[in-house]
């Protein structure tokens, strides 16, 4: 009999383990749409529901810190501009560097700086040539994974850098996009969104 109950006692903890950690699906009722933003045809999202609950936005930084605390990092490099939101929390949380990649003329100091692709035309990203030591083993954080030529371009700065990119973390992954085959980097996202190509 005994022996039962702590088989049902195991299965339940198991199940309830399973639950809280792998689904992260309460946060998508904090992330709106918002139809054809900045330009017709864009599904944009947005979560300022998210930021205002602390709550929320604390789970939300928990569950990566718990996911990356046996990770090793060296820094958490947050791209421009929603990435500095969770990387920076992220970053005190964790008691780690946090390190900026902005886009092109942000930076005062000396940069290293990467062209790349977008949808409709083409976009620089900048990283000061000091910001990381090679070696490094870096995070890089962004609210969004869409087509993945920002963060594919930010690795890339890192990797020019010195730095190994141990993998790359978003809030959010718009499935559909090919971003994870375009990046080519160890990815994860706490919620992944269907949209049509
Ligand atoms: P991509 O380079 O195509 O992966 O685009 C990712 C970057 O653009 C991220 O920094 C996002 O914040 C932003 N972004 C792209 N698409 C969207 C969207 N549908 N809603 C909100 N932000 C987006």
Not at 128 to 151: F, H, M, Y
Request: aromatic letters at 10%.
């Amino acid at each position: 009999m005994q022996k039962i109950f702590l088989l049902f006692l195991a299965t339940l903890l198991s199940t309830h383990l399973t639950a809280t950690e792998l689904s992260h699906q309460w946060i998508e009722e904090y992330i709106a749409t918002v139809p054809d933003f900045p330009k017709v045809g864009i599904q944009f999202k947005c979560y300022p529901d998210l930021l205002k609950n602390p709550k929320a936005f604390r789970r939300v930084i928990q569950t990566f810190a718990d996911r990356y605390r046996g990770s090793n990092l060296d820094a958490i490099v947050g791209l421009d501009s929603r990435g500095f939101i969770f990387g920076t929390a992220l970053a005190y949380e964790m008691n780690l560097p946090f390190v900026m990649v902005r886009k092109a003329g942000k930076l005062p100091r000396r940069v290293e700086k990467i062209d790349y692709e977008l949808e409709y035309g083409k976009a620089s990203l900048e990283m000061e040539v000091d910001s990381i030591s090679p070696g490094n083993r870096i995070l890089i954080i962004d609210d969004l994974l869409a087509t993945g030529g920002t963060a594919a371009a930010a690795a890339k700065l890192v990797e020019r850098l010195g730095g190994e990119v141990v993998e790359v973390a978003c809030l959010i992954e718009l499935e559909g996009l090919h971003g994870r085959k375009n990046l080519k980097k160890p990815f994860y996202s706490l919620v992944s969104i269907e949209v049509d190509e």
